[in-house]
């Protein structure tokens, strides 16, 4: 990675997502679907702690997040809002935890980065206890053809300039694949530009 991608990834990016990922929809999203979950609870890529203020009180969080600079924010938003958090700075596909540990899981907006997500969903799968919740909002393929081959196109250059952001992934896939099943699911567009704004949302159960 040169100097100029690494100052990018450092000093740039961080700002840029926690500002991108505070739009209205996501934020209502994340109102609605973060407090069906609580007791110990893994969030997987918790980047500026976005999720933080909605999860029910009394709910432990272990928070997951390769990017220690978003990590800042996160850890301001806890303290502000009074929520029980345990920082990991690691990969979603190598979580320190022991089988069977959370009682649920909250990942949104996260798959599409993961080098393999499939892995770190079978590892989330590993410390989750049986019949746990898992809930989701991910963005990815779209349904409508001329949409998803843009999104073939602009995905070479958007992962780079999006921290490893995927615009072509199907979550809803990979979570079955991965063995859950799906009490809830939402899909369609969300505001903004349809190649990044088709929307998986919902409650996913461990079979």
């Not at 997951?64 to 806890?78: I, T």
């Not at 690691?90 to 540990?101: E, F, K, L, T, Y």
């Not at 505001?191 to 461990?206: E, I, M, N, S, V």
């Amino acid at each position: 990675m040169s100097v100029l991608a690494r100052w990018y990834d450092r000093a740039v990016l961080p700002k840029l997502l926690n500002t991108l990922m505070k739009s209205p929809e996501m934020t209502r999203i994340r109102a609605q679907r973060v407090p069906q979950v609580s007791g110990r609870v893994l969030e997987i890529g918790v980047g500026s702690g976005l999720n933080l203020p909605f999860y029910q009180p009394g709910t432990k969080v272990f928070a997951v997040d390769p990017s220690e600079e978003l990590q800042v924010y996160a850890r301001e938003v806890a303290e502000a809002h009074g929520t029980e958090v345990e920082f990991a700075a690691v990969s979603g596909d190598a979580i320190p935890a022991d089988n069977q540990s959370f009682d649920a899981a909250v990942i949104t907006w996260t798959l599409c980065t993961i080098p393999d997500p499939a892995a770190a969903l079978l590892e989330i799968r590993r410390v989750l206890k049986p019949g746990a919740r898992l809930v989701f909002a991910e963005h990815g393929v779209s349904p409508d053809h001329g949409v998803a081959r843009w999104q073939n196109r602009i995905n070479p250059i958007w992962k780079p300039l999006a921290g490893g952001c995927n615009l072509n992934r199907a979550p809803d896939v990979l979570l079955a694949q991965a063995g859950f099943a799906f009490d809830d699911i939402e899909r369609g567009y969300i505001a903004g530009p349809k190649f990044a704004t088709y929307t998986y949302q919902g409650l996913a159960r461990l079979m």
